[in-house]
């Protein structure tokens, strides 16, 4: 029986061509439109692989249709949209896409840092509404990044390359992690390890970067951003749903947190009735960490790849970590 893959989303017919020597391709024909659940489901029945987004859930419905399904590619590095236990017990190898996107994630969480800090789209948008008048000594008036402290919550391949950025901005880095680096590392990136409380506490900003799991849920809570210094800023550019964002709204309102910048949420795509969207100390972008042509090209030849080192009979580079072997 031939092997068949199915795509979750359209992508350019040139990154899916060498899957077409191996198996028959289908692809979800929307670009913009996830694709429905219950199609998912029905994919799931004829489909030896699945080349999926971090929108598409891939839970026990899918994945109790799919007798045949053995591999998940997830176009992401994030993979909190697939059910892994079950999947586990399935025998469903699961992928990801590492390393292609650290830079421009750590591209967009620094630009983030700074957008926050000056307060960048308040000050554009008097400009746009002809708010814009006589210069005043303190019209849109920012807090400067060179020099303060920087608190990365998640020290992994991002986290590290964010902290590359700060150095260049003079910036005192602090880290939390699960793991703590090694001396070399620490004295590469000149980041100081602390304990969660005093990152959060002791930070001018505090960047969440740390992956989303069950156990993390609202980790930054109401009393973690009170315990916060005031005046500082709070940047997320991992995942939604470590952030209790209802708190964060009432902390920003208090006027304790100076500013924050969000990449992602816990409900994604953000409702127009969000509270946080009717702040102006806030700056809100669309899950674009990986948003550039270059980064989302490569993730798709990752996610590809191991498709083909799986139809091929081969362990693809990239399985989760809880699927590599010690």
Partial sequence: MAKCVFITRRLPEGLIEPLREWAEVKMWPEERTPVPSDVLVEAAKEADAMLTLITDRIDEAVLSSGERLRLIANMA?????IDVALAKTKGVLITHTPDVLTETTADLAFALILAAARRLPAASKALY???????????YVGRDVYGSTLGIWGM???????????????????????????PQEEARYGATYVDFKT?????????????YDASLHHAVDRNVLQSMKKDSILVVASRGGLVDEKALYDVLTSGHLYAAGL????????PLDHPLLQLEQVVLTP????????TRMAMGARAVHNIIQFLKGTSPQDLIPELRLP
């Fill in 77 to 81: 590095v994030g993979y909190n949209n």
């Fill in 129 to 139: 509404e002809g708010r814009w008048g006589p210069w005043s000594p303190f019209d």
């Fill in 156 to 182: 992994g391949r991002i986290g590290k390359a964010v902290a590359s950025r700060a150095r260049g901005f003079a910036m005192n880095i602090l880290y939390h992690n699960r793991r703590r680096l090694d």
């Fill in 199 to 211: 990152l959060f506490s002791t930070s001018d900003v505090v960047l969440v970067l740390v992956p």
């Fill in 263 to 270: 990449d992602v949420f816990e409900q994604e795509p953000l």
């Fill in 287 to 294: 899950h674009i960490g990986s948003a550039t042509i270059q």
